[in-house]
C-alpha cells in the first residue's frame, strides 16, 4: 500500500516556467488537498478537493492551478513560477467516512530562481 | 476562519526527560477534531495523536499524552521519556467537522530537540 505519492521530489525552476507537481493515492480517499510550508508559517492551505471533478481554494490559492479528473490523482500546476514559490510543497489525503487525520506525501522541495 | 498558535518556536530537553508543547486555537465550532503531527528531518509528516472535540477524556498514545482544555481552547502535548527520535518539527492542526472540506489549519510549529 503505498499511500499518498508525490513527484518530483526536488526541482528548480527559472522564474516564469511553468510546471506541475504529482500526487496520486491508493486509498480511495474522497478528500484531497495541497499545501505549501514555509519557515515559521506552518502549513498553509492552497487547494483542495472534495472529490473527482470539485475543485476549491484554499487560503493561499494565486499562481496556482488544480484539476481532479479521478479519485486517485490531484496534480498542483505552477502557471508562471516566481520566487515567491520557493517552498515544500506536500499533498495529503483523507478518508470523508473516518475519524483518522489526513495522510501526507513525503513532499516536493522546489525552489524558484 | 480558525487560528491555530504555538507560543514556543523552540523547545530543548535533555533525552528521558518530559516536555510539553504548547497549542491554542480560536474557533466559534463545537464538533472538531485537533491533531498533533510530528515532522522529523526526512521532512515526512507523520500523525502523532488525535483528539475529538466531544470526547472529555485526553487522548493518549504510549509516550504521547495531550491535556484537552475546550473551554480554554487548549491543546498541549505531552511527550514522557523523551527519546532522541523524538528530534522533530510538531505541529498543532483543527480540523472542523461541521464542513463539507474538512480541512486541516496549522500552528507555525514547535522544533523539538532532545539531547543526549
Known amino acids: 500500500n503505498a499511500g499518498v505519492t508525490q513527484t518530483p521530489k526536488f526541482q528548480v525552476l527559472k522564474t516564469g516556467q511553468s510546471m506541475t507537481l504529482q500526487c496520486a493515492q491508493d486509498?480511495?480517499?474522497?478528500?484531497m488537498s495541497w499545501y505549501r510550508q514555509d519557515p515559521g508559517m506552518g502549513l498553509r492551505l492552497i487547494h483542495y478537493s472534495v472529490g473527482a471533478g470539485i475543485t476549491d481554494q484554499g487560503e493561499v490559492p494565486n499562481g496556482y492551478n488544480v484539476s481532479r479528473s479521478t479519485t486517485e490523482d490531484f496534480p498542483l500546476r505552477l502557471l508562471s513560477a516566481a520566487p515567491s514559490q520557493t517552498s515544500v510543497y506536500f499533498c495529503?489525503?483523507?478518508?470523508?467516512?473516518?475519524?483518522?487525520?489526513?495522510?501526507f506525501g513525503s513532499g516536493t522541495r522546489l525552489t524558484v530562481v | 476562519a480558525q487560528t491555530v498558535t504555538q507560543s514556543q518556536p523552540e523547545m530543548s530537553v535533555q533525552e528521558a526527560e518530559t516536555v510539553t508543547l504548547s497549542c491554542t486555537y480560536d474557533?466559534?465550532?463545537?464538533?472538531?477534531?485537533l491533531f498533533w503531527y510530528k515532522q522529523p528531518p526526512s521532512r515526512q509528516m507523520i500523525l502523532v495523536i488525535r483528539q475529538e472535540a466531544y470526547k472529555q477524556q485526553n487522548a493518549t498514545e504510549n509516550r504521547f499524552s495531550v491535556n484537552f482544555q475546550k473551554a480554554a481552547k487548549s491543546f498541549s502535548l505531552k511527550i514522557s521519556d523523551s527519546q532522541l527520535g523524538d528530534t522533530a518539527m510538531y505541529f498543532c492542526a483543527f480540523m472542523r467537522l461541521n464542513q463539507g472540506a474538512q480541512k486541516l489549519v496549522f500552528g507555525q510549529g514547535t522544533r523539538l530537540t532532545i539531547n543526549p
Open positions: 474557533t466559534s465550532e463545537s464538533n472538531y477534531y
Open positions: 486509498m480511495n480517499h474522497e478528500y
Open positions: 495529503a489525503s483523507r478518508d470523508r467516512g473516518r475519524s483518522e487525520g489526513y495522510t
